[in-house]
Structures are given as structure tokens and as C-alpha cells.
């Protein structure tokens, strides 16, 4: 069972937890500054997108799960997004051709994906998540690109989670072990001096 916490407007953070964001932090403004600097080069090349840098924030924002994990919910959980994004443009589109009003055709595919990511998550968390329907509703900002960028957007997807996601968290799990050796350290000094 989940601990309920109450509504706290100021608490301390937890010890070495500052540290770990500063590190996200800096990680962030540091690929925001390669963006920056490449950024001719990259606007040929239409991989720097919304699908890859919002990958990072969504993958912080899964504080309960391990590194792996959060990197497998952000990976698979965005490319379904993405997919059912598609399909529910592609449904719309076939839907209306036929005759169907618009909003019959919108709200069918609409209520199926929905329904998918919320009722198929007990079952499938990895796969039907909130990375899936926050991926599922930016990709329908502009329903045109969700369709004809698909490629693109999980090219983007799994490149944001390689580099982005797996780079912080490898330098996260590198500050966690020389914590953990300065904490030993420091535990055998202190027993040495009682001793």
C-alpha cells in the first residue's frame, strides 16, 4: 500500500537529494546548449523535436519508479501514445470519408484509445501508461503530423530516452556510488575514532 502524504507547501528535501537535481538540471541546460549550438544542422534534420526533449521531463516526473523502469514506461508507454495518436487520425480520416459526422467520427476512435490507456493499464502498465497519454495527446496538437511525422516522432521518442534519459541517469547512478563510498568511508572513520 501507498503511504498518503498531506498537502505540504514547504519541506526539506531529503539528504544528497539537492545534489541529484542539480545534476538532472545540468544535464538538461547542457543539451539545451548543444541544441542551441547545432541547431542549423539539426533543423535539417527534424529528430530534435517536442518527442525528443519532452522524453526527459516525462521520465523525472516518474519519481516512484526505478531508472529502468522509468526508462522501459517512457520508451514503450510514448510509442503507443504516439501509435494510437496515428490510428485515431487515420480512423477520423477513413470515418468522415465515408459519411460519418465529425463529431461520430472523432468520438469513437477518441473513447477506444482513452479507454485503452486507462482501462488496460492495471494489466499492461508498461504499455498503457501516463507516458502513453500525455504522448497521446501532444502528438494531437497537430493531428496532421501525427500521421505523417509518426517515423519521425519515435525516431525522436527512442533517441530523447537514449540520450537524454539513460545519459542522466547513468550519471545519476554514478553520484549515488561516491555517496554511498563517502558515506562508508565517513561510518568506518567515525568507528575507528570511537574504537
Known amino acids: 500500500m501507498h503511504e498518503k502524504q498531506g498537502l505540504k507547501f514547504l519541506s526539506k528535501p531529503p539528504k544528497g537529494k539537492m ?16 541544441y ?12 530534435a523535436n517536442w518527442a525528443f526533449f519532452i522524453s526527459v521531463t516525462i521520465f523525472f516526473m516518474q519519481e516512484e ?28 480520416a477513413a470515418l ?4 460519418v459526422s465529425p463529431l461520430a467520427a472523432i468520438s469513437v476512435p477518441l ?3 482513452i479507454a485503452a490507456l486507462i482501462l488496460l ?15 497521446f495527446i501532444v502528438a494531437l496538437i497537430d493531428a496532421e ?10 525516431l525522436s521518442l527512442l533517441l530523447g530516452s537514449l540520450i537524454l534519459n539513460l545519459g542522466c541517469s547513468g550519471l545519476l547512478s554514478l553520484y549515488q556510488k561516491i ?5 562508508v568511508k565517513a561510518a568506518e572513520k567515525q568507528t575507528q575514532t570511537a574504537g
Do not use: E
Request: aromatic share 12%; proline share 4%; hydrophobic share 55%.
Open 19 to 34: 545534489k541529484g537535481l542539480l545534476i538532472v538540471f545540468a544535464w538538461i541546460i547542457l543539451w539545451n546548449i548543444i
Open 36 to 47: 542551441q549550438v547545432i541547431h542549423g544542422a539539426w533543423h535539417d534534420m527534424p529528430i
Open 65 to 92: 519508479l526505478t531508472y529502468k523502469a522509468r526508462f522501459v514506461h517512457t520508451l514503450v508507454g510514448g510509442a503507443v501514445g504516439l501509435l494510437l495518436a496515428a490510428g485515431l487520425v487515420a480512423v477520423y
Open 96 to 99: 468522415a470519408k465515408s459519411g
Open 111 to 113: 473513447v477506444v484509445c
Open 121 to 135: 493499464n492495471p494489466y499492461l502498465p508498461v504499455v498503457f501508461n501516463n507516458v502513453g497519454f500525455c504522448y
Open 145 to 154: 503530423s501525427a500521421i505523417t511525422k509518426l517515423p519521425v516522432y519515435l
Open 179 to 183: 555517496a554511498m563510498k563517502k558515506a
